[in-house]
C-alpha cells in the first residue's frame, strides 16, 4: 500500500508551473484535502478504506469543486488501484464495455482497476444497470460523483451496492487555507485588500476550483486590488441553484420551515437566495399562498387574502418591485398565529367520507321541490338556524346511518379563539 501521506508519482517543478493553478495544488495525499475531515481525517471512512486495503465502491455526493475527482485519485493511488476516469456526459455503453473488458484483462494480470464516473447521475437508469454485474463480481471498484441526490437519481440496485459519502461546500476556513497555499506556491502574497480577500471566498461559494483560478487571475494583475477592482476581475457567479434539482427543494423546504417557525428574518433570507437563484417568483407566490392555508388557516384568515393580494400586485408590477410585495407578505405569514386545525380537519373528513361511501344525508336538510318528495319526508322538520336564539338549532346533519363526527378543533390562538367559543356552545 502506498503512503497515505507521501505522493510517490509527484509532478517536477517544472510540470506544475505550466499548469493551471488549481492543478498545480490538487492535492495527492489525503492530509492536502481541505475541508473534508469528516471522510479523510484518521479513523474516518476514505482513511481507514485506504489503510485496510478494502476500498468498496462508493458514491461521492457534493457541490462542484468541493474534491469529489481528487479524492478518488487519492484513494486509487493509496490503495495500489489502477485507476480509469470516465465522464457520464460525454461517454456512452460502447465506452463502458471497453473500460470493463480493460478490468478484465488487468484482473487476470492481478491488478484490481478503481473506475471513476464523474457525473455519475448523467447516466439513464438503463446505463446504470450496466454496472450491477462488474461491481458485484469485482471487476471494478466504482467511484461515482455526483452533485445530484443519489436517492433520486441513482437506481436503487446500484445504491445498494455502494456506500454513499457526503462532500460539504467548502467553508471560508477550507478556501483560506487553499490561498494560501496557492500563496506558497506562487512565493507571493495574494495581491488583495482584506476586503477582498474575503469578498473572494464569498464569490467562490464553497466552490475550490472557482477559488483558485479567480486568484490565478488576480497573480497576474501583479497590482493590490479593492472590492471594486476585484469586481471588476471578476463578475459575481450564479448561485449554485437549480430550479429542478435537489437545489431548488431545499430551499423551498428552508423558505416554508422558517414561516412555520415564525422567523420572519430567516424567511427573508431564504427568499432571496431563491430570488437570487433565479426562481420563479409566481412559483414562491404559490407556496406563499398554500402557507397561509396550510400553516395559519383561521387563525388569521388574513393570511390568505394577503399572499392573494401580493401575488396579483406582482403578476401588475413585476421585478424588481413586485418583489416588495411578495416579502411582504412573506413577514405577515411568518408573524402570524399558526393553526393547523383546517388541515387536520379536511384530513379526517375525507378519510371519514371514503369509509362511509354513498350514504344520503338526513331528509329534514333536504330541499322539496315537489309534492312526492314532501310525501317522502323531505325537509320535515327542519329548523332555520338563523331564527333560534343562539342562531344554533342543534340538529343533526351528518347521515342518520353514521354517528355525528368531530373534525375541526380551533386552537386558542388568533381568530381561532372566537371560533371556539361559538363552538363551544354548539357542541355542548
Not at 459519502?165 to 482584506?194: C, I
Not at 408573524?335 to 338526513?362: D, F, M, N, R
Request: proline share 6%.
Amino acid at each position: 500500500m502506498a503512503d497515505l501521506f507521501t505522493d510517490n508519482n509527484a509532478s517536477t517543478p517544472d510540470d506544475r508551473t505550466s499548469r493551471p493553478l488549481a492543478d498545480q495544488l490538487r492535492p495527492t495525499t489525503l492530509s492536502e484535502v481541505a475541508g473534508q475531515e469528516h471522510l479523510t481525517a484518521e479513523g474516518m471512512p476514505l482513511f481507514e478504506m485506504i489503510a485496510s486495503g478494502k476500498v468498496t465502491s462508493t458514491i461521492l455526493w457534493g457541490p462542484p469543486g468541493c474534491g469529489k475527482t481528487t479524492l478518488a485519485r487519492i484513494v486509487a493511488q493509496g490503495s495500489g488501484l489502477h485507476f480509469d476516469q470516465l465522464s457520464a456526459i460525454f461517454a456512452g455503453v460502447k465506452d463502458l464495455k471497453t473500460v470493463f473488458e480493460a478490468a478484465r484483462l488487468r484482473r487476470r494480470n492481478g491488478q484490481q482497476t478503481l473506475l471513476f464516473v464523474d457525473e455519475i447521475h448523467r447516466f439513464m437508469k438503463s446505463q446504470q444497470d450496466a454496472f450491477l454485474p462488474v461491481v458485484e463480481d469485482g471487476t471494478i471498484t466504482l467511484i461515482g460523483a455526483t452533485t445530484e441526490n443519489p436517492s433520486f437519481e441513482l437506481n436503487a440496485p446500484l445504491l445498494s451496492r455502494c456506500q454513499v459519502l457526503v462532500l460539504k461546500r467548502l467553508s471560508e476556513e477550507a478556501l483560506e487555507s487553499l490561498l494560501q497555499r496557492a500563496e506558497a506556491v506562487k512565493d507571493a502574497r495574494l495581491p488583495l485588500t482584506p476586503p477582498a480577500r474575503d469578498m473572494l471566498k464569498t464569490l467562490a461559494d464553497g466552490d475550490g476550483r472557482y477559488c483558485l483560478s479567480i486568484a490565478e487571475q488576480v497573480f497576474a494583475k501583479n497590482q493590490t486590488l479593492d472590492e471594486e477592482a476585484l469586481m471588476t476581475v471578476v463578475q459575481r457567479r450564479a448561485p449554485l441553484y437549480d430550479k429542478g434539482d435537489e437545489g431548488h427543494y431545499n430551499l423551498i423546504s428552508a423558505l416554508h420551515k422558517s414561516v412555520r417557525g415564525s422567523d420572519p428574518d430567516a424567511a427573508l433570507y431564504w427568499f432571496a437566495r431563491m430570488l437570487a437563484g433565479g426562481e420563479d417568483p409566481h412559483y414562491i407566490a404559490r407556496r406563499m399562498t398554500r402557507m397561509a392555508v396550510e400553516d395559519i388557516g383561521l387563525a388569521d384568515p388574513r393570511a390568505l387574502s394577503q399572499c392573494v393580494t401580493a401575488w396579483e400586485a406582482f403578476e401588475r408590477l413585476g421585478s424588481p418591485e413586485g418583489e416588495l410585495a411578495l416579502a411582504q407578505a412573506l413577514v405577515y405569514l411568518a408573524t402570524a398565529p399558526k393553526s393547523v386545525a383546517i388541515y387536520k380537519a379536511l384530513g379526517q373528513a375525507k378519510q371519514a367520507a371514503k369509509k362511509s361511501g354513498s350514504l344520503s344525508p338526513p331528509k329534514h336538510i333536504l330541499n322539496a321541490p315537489t309534492k312526492l318528495m314532501k310525501d317522502v319526508g323531505y325537509g320535515e322538520g327542519y329548523i332555520y338556524d338563523p331564527d333560534t336564539p343562539e342562531s344554533f338549532s342543534g340538529q343533526n346533519y351528518f347521515p342518520d346511518e353514521m354517528d355525528r363526527q368531530s373534525f375541526y378543533h380551533p386552537v386558542d390562538r388568533g381568530f381561532e379563539q372566537e371560533i371556539k367559543k361559538r363552538l363551544d356552545i354548539g357542541r355542548g
